[in-house]
């Protein structure tokens, strides 16, 4: 009896330990609850709340989410290598960060909440455009989200911190020079950032006028088709669109 207690216990114990992977990192000697996302419809209207956990498994339910993207004065992109820890793309490349909006915050003003979680920089953001997909990682889990793009400017020479946890590498990219690479490992990379950078041209008007200079070179044809091809390799058309702001 005592041996087959033990063993319930180890397993409940592993469950929790796969659970916590998941999870925002916490604070050193601070308890952190369980984080919720919010849960929309296809327009997304907010309709609920979910445990974030629970968003990210293979029936994971449509909830908000953004990804950010930062440029350099000449155009260069910040990527970085989302951590091993992590139990969707583990590894893979990702835009600058993504993360969720609690309940309380807007796109723009949760972006600007993470930067310095997962960097350790502050700095503004704008809101370009938001997308719905939805795709699987093996059998392990899904990301089906609504996702609003953000875009901020830093200094080439702005100190990026490799936050424990959340990412293990960083590197600063060119737009030929991403095309190059996801025409050779397009796998490698994730797909909301993919779709994210397919989709800056459809942005809002006053965006695009507003940093024209520095994402001329990630807005033509070229890059373009290079992007929709590795998109492909990740997710069916059908299963990825813009949202329209209009609804």
């Known amino acids: 009896m005592y041996f087959l207690l033990m063993e319930k216990n180890l397993k409940e ?22 984080e919720l996302v ?12 979910e445990e974030k956990v629970k968003c990210h498994l293979p029936n994971g339910k449509l909830h908000r989410a953004f990804t950010a993207l930062l440029f350099d004065i000449d155009g260069r ?10 139990m969707l793309w583990p590894g893979d490349w990702d835009g600058t960060f993504a993360s969720h909006p609690r309940k309380s915050e807007g796109y723009v003003s949760s972006g600007e909440r993470r930067m310095p979680e997962e960097l350790g920089i502050s700095g503004k953001l704008d809101y370009f455009h938001k997308f719905e997909y939805h795709v699987p990682y093996k059998d392990i889990g ?38 190059t690479e996801i025409k050779i490992n397009p ?19 006053s965006m695009l006028k507003k940093h024209e200079n520095i994402l001329s070179t990630w807005m033509n044809s070229e890059i373009h088709e290079g992007l929709q091809e590795a998109i492909k390799t990740h997710i069916p058309a059908e299963k ?8």
């Open 240 to 247: 990825w669109r813009l949202v329209n702001e209009k609804n």
């Open 77 to 86: 992109l910040v990527l970085t290598k989302r951590a091993k820890e992590k």
């Open 38 to 49: 919010i849960l929309v419809d296809k327009n997304d209207n907010p309709i609920g709340t």
């Open 187 to 205: 796998e490698i990379y994730c797909p909301w950032m993919l779709i994210a950078l397919e989709l800056l041209e459809k942005s809002e008007q």
């Open 142 to 179: 899904s990301e089906n989200e609504i996702c609003g793009t953000l875009v901020g400017i830093i200094n080439k020479n702005t100190e990026l911190k490799e936050i424990e946890g959340e990412i293990d590498e960083i590197k600063w990219i060119s737009a030929k020079e991403l095309i």
């Open 13 to 34: 114990l592993w469950q929790l330990l796969k659970i916590e992977t998941l999870k925002e990192p916490c604070l050193e000697g601070k308890e952190m609850p369980e």
